[in-house]
């Protein structure tokens, strides 16, 4: 039997595209390698939001040249938004790459495999190649799940929004939505196999629906859909401050099985450079949100970018003033990377020197790791419903996700693994939440049915 490893690099849509490539490797007759010296193809599915994981690219494909060395028929197939953005360049900047293959051709890779290897066999390189123009359309692939408990489910890909640093539009295409029946049909699936949780995607999911001309359509309307179904969580991934609307607000706050989590980044806490960065709403406007969804219980979370071109030392206190009254959950902190075909890659010099953006990022997680710390202290003493995902890395320990997205660490057994349980909340700290078992198990008490799963009192 011949071996597939994959290794992905950035966010959750890429890894969801891992498990339709493994599906695709799979359905040809391929078998998952826990190691890619065991395996006879890699694939890397690549990022290019920012330089740094480009540039992992390069370097892991050295450390695939070396296996190489020891198994010459290893076949290396690079797929993903770099490969997208670059195609037959890759060929150059690596050797060791045998295939390319575009964001819309994850379906192609067994021919591609086989073509590479019938090039080699010729004594030629295997350099192989199936990138489509920038995609239009969303590929159907049969996935093969990472979990049997949670998943993910992509309502769109692709983004109309063009913020100015964003390289997302020009490698992933415009936003296209599937069809609401296609999504709740998935996620009725997955309900029936027993998933306890599945995590929606797109790249904004508050403007889904946009480009299918149906003023019927929105991003409320399918949540309210899938309030019905009989699955215990609902998650999506990520909500943008300048599209969410009042009405998926209002179902956060409603008894029903959509968490209590929102990924709402807001890149920047200076109306000047939220402007430069097209964003579309001001610091007024996010902390309104913000607002009416901690009176909501929601846990909001965030992405923040230092260092942008235009950014002053009076704008980013701006934002250190931002992540002082928003209080956010957690935040991915980033500095500002040029990328190309972007409007600030033409319109502005990457200017702020590498230290000053370390300097402010430094600044700004020092300070939500004190505010995650302190928000997660304030969880003692609640009883929580924990969706157990796996060991800790603590040994003989589990460890689990509460509704609002807060990892918690307690003792029980292996076999909890997969099961929604109820934790009382015995400390709190940066790292997060720590507590114990008070139920084995919540079958008794469907969240489905519009619990949320807390024993009041
Ligand atoms: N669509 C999501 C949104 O707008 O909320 C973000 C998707 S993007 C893949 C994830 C994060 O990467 C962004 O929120 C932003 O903070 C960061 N990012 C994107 N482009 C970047 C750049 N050129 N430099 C640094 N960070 C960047
Ligand atoms: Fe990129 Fe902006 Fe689209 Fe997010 S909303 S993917 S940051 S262009």
Request: one cysteine or more; hydrophobic letters at 40%.
């Amino acid at each position: 039997m011949k071996r597939f490893y994959i290794y992905t690099w950035g966010c959750q849509m890429n890894e969801h595209k891992s498990e339709g490539m493994a599906g695709v490797l799979a359905r040809a007759g391929y078998l998952p390698a826990d190691d890619p010296a065991h395996a006879d193809v890699v694939l890397f599915n690549t990022c290019m939001v920012r330089e740094k994981p480009v540039e992992k690219v390069y370097s892991e494909a050295g450390v695939i040249a070396l296996l190489k060395e020891k198994n010459p028929d290893l076949v290396l197939g690079v797929g993903g938004c770099v490969a997208q953005a670059l195609k037959e360049k890759l060929f150059r900047k690596s050797p060791a790459i045998d295939f390319v293959f575009g964001s819309s051709n994850i379906a192609e890779i067994p021919r591609l495999i086989e073509q590479a290897r019938q090039r080699r066999a010729l004594g030629k390189p295997g350099w192989v190649m199936a990138v489509d123009k920038i995609p239009d359309t969303i590929e159907e692939l049969p996935f093969l799940r990472a979990s049997r408990f949670q998943a993910k489910v992509t309502i769109a890909e692709g983004c109309s929004n063009f913020c100015s640093f964003c390289i997302v539009p020009y490698t992933t295409g415009l936003l296209r939505s599937r069809l609401p029946g296609e999504i709740l049909s998935e996620v009725s699936e997955l309900a029936a196999q027993g998933y306890k949780e599945v995590q929606l995607l797109g790249q904004n999911v508050d403007s889904y629906g946009k480009d299918l001309n149906d003023p019927r359509i929105t991003f409320a309307k399918l949540l309210r859909a899938l309030t019905e179904i009989p699955i215990p969580r609902i998650r999506f991934t990520s909500s943008h401050p300048q599209d969410i609307t009042d009405e998926v607000i209002e179902l956060l706050g409603e008894e029903n099985n959509i968490c209590e989590h929102l990924h709402m980044a807001v890149q920047s806490g200076s109306d000047k450079v939220l402007a430069e960065m097209r964003r579309g709403y001001t610091k007024e406007h996010f902390l309104k949100l913000v607002e009416a969804l901690r009176e909501r219980n929601v846990n909001v979370t965030t992405d923040i970018i230092v260092g942008f071109p235009t950014e002053t030392e009076e704008d980013f206190q701006e934002t250190v003033d931002l992540v002082q009254q928003a209080r956010f959950g957690g935040a991915f902190i980033f500095k500002y990377s040029p990328r190309p075909k972007t409007v600030a890659f033409y319109k502005y010099r990457d200017v702020i020197p590498e230290e000053e953006k370390q300097r402010r990022l430094e600044i700004l997680l020092t300070l939500q790791k004190q505010i995650t710390d302190e928000e997660n202290r304030k969880r003692v003493g609640q009883t929580v419903e924990v969706l157990v995902e796996g060991p800790a890395r603590q040994k003989g320990l589990l460890m689990g996700k509460t509704r609002d997205n807060r990892t918690v660490v307690f003792e029980g057994s292996l076999e909890l693994i997969g099961e929604l349980v109820m934790v009382h909340i015995t400390e709190g700290s940066v790292a997060g939440l720590v507590g114990e078992l008070v139920s084995d198990t919540l079958t008794l008490v469907p969240s489905s049915l519009g619990g949320r799963g807390e024993i009041k009192g």
